[in-house]
């Protein structure tokens, strides 16, 4: 764990901006999510003269095991399942703009159950569900995030920022031993997407294993996208170490203005999920068995979607709503819908975007 992600974090925040739109649908029940206040001096962080890594690097050098290990990768991944107590920590550590003021840090802490969708030798899905106290004491269960896991995975679904996601073709040499994973959002639409090496350290009890991915570009974050229109794109490295007692998501960031490729600010992000017993995690399970089914047809729609493209636009908002708002409510009905009624829906988000002129001169480096 990096120094200045050890201290304490402060001002209090909000609970996630979806969050708030499902309360306005009456989707979701008031919570409590537990927002820190405190504050601690952080250490220095890089300098600003430190340059900034392009989207395209490949997993450093330094990260790649002795040896080649699958199985151990998987059960790594899969020590990501459970329920689990989560703390959200994120700080703007230093101004890479003159004039940039950093914003006040920000925590949440969370419940979460952690489920396998598919498990396969070269291939894991996990599903993120929250589950949210009401005031009344009671756990309510709400789909969260969603990470795929795929074993030596030669084609990428990268986001380019603009809200332009594109297919990314690698050799078998370059993801030789990786594992990609790609993201999604609560409506299963893509978020970002990486590969990277496993490290495996000690056994039993005490053993460690660390994921580290290729610097990529990410969206802005659910708890910034609402409000914040001074940047772009997050330009970052994610790295998920995962032991018996639960993982850490760390992450370095630097929140990048596309229009002149400027540095705003770099941030340091630090997720810890402790592994806990909850008796109401059995919510969790029964919310994915029960709309399974729906979620499934989704998640078909979307990659047959995403297949008609190598590079796709998707939008965030249709006369004032965004997709979730419009696919939740479709979870539990019954019936359940048709996949024409699923493909009415999220089609009318997606469009082929025509290749711009700043990805044509990323390809032409990439082949050189």
Excluded at 94 to 112: F, I
Excluded at 130 to 151: C, M, N, P, T, V
Excluded at 180 to 191: C, H, I, L
């Amino acid at each position: 764990m990096q120094p200045e992600l050890r201290a304490s974090f402060c001002a209090t925040r909000p609970a996630w901006p979806w969050m708030l739109r499902f309360w306005a649908l009456g989707l979701l029940a008031p919570l409590s999510l537990g927002v820190g206040a405190s504050c601690a001096s952080a250490p220095k962080p890089t300098p600003a003269s430190a340059p900034v890594a392009s989207p395209d690097k490949t997993p450093a050098s330094a990260g790649v095991p002795a040896a080649c290990d699958p199985a151990r990768d998987r059960a790594a991944i899969l020590g990501m399942v459970g329920t689990f107590q989560v703390s959200f920590t994120f700080e703007e550590t230093e101004a890479l703009s003159p004039g940039y003021t950093p914003a006040d840090p920000y925590r949440a802490d969370a419940v979460e159950v952690v489920s396998t969708l598919e498990n396969s030798e070269r291939r894991v899905v996990l599903q993120h569900v929250l589950l949210i106290q009401k005031h009344s004491g009671e756990y309510q269960a709400q789909k969260h995030w969603r990470q795929d896991w795929s074993f030596e995975d030669t084609t990428l679904l990268e986001f380019q920022g603009r809200r332009v996601w594109q297919e990314r073709v690698l050799s078998p040499n370059e993801v030789h031993c990786t594992w990609s994973q790609a993201v999604f959002e609560v409506d299963d639409g893509p978020r970002y997407e990486s590969f990277g090496h496993f490290v495996h350290a000690g056994d039993g009890a005490s053993a460690r294993s660390v994921w580290t991915s290729a610097v990529t570009y990410r969206p802005l974050p659910r708890r910034e996208y609402t409000h914040r229109h001074d940047y772009d794109v997050l330009l970052g490295t994610n790295r998920h170490a995962i032991t018996a007692q639960g993982w850490e998501h760390e992450q370095d960031n630097v929140k990048l203005v596309l229009a002149d490729n400027r540095r705003l600010v770099r941030e340091r992000g630090f997720n810890t999920y402790r592994r806990i017993d909850l008796a109401q995690a059995a919510l969790a399970q029964r919310y994915i068995d029960q709309t399974g089914s729906f979620w499934a047809d989704v998640r078909a729609e979307w990659q047959a979607l995403l297949a008609r493209s190598p590079r796709v636009l998707v939008h965030q908002e249709l006369s004032g709503k965004p997709l979730y708002e419009r696919l939740f409510p479709l979870a539990t009905v019954t019936p359940v819908p048709s996949r024409a009624d699923i493909h009415a829906v999220i089609s009318s988000y997606v469009e082929s975007a025509p290749p711009s002129a700043a990805t044509a001169s990323s390809l032409r480096a990439r082949r050189r």
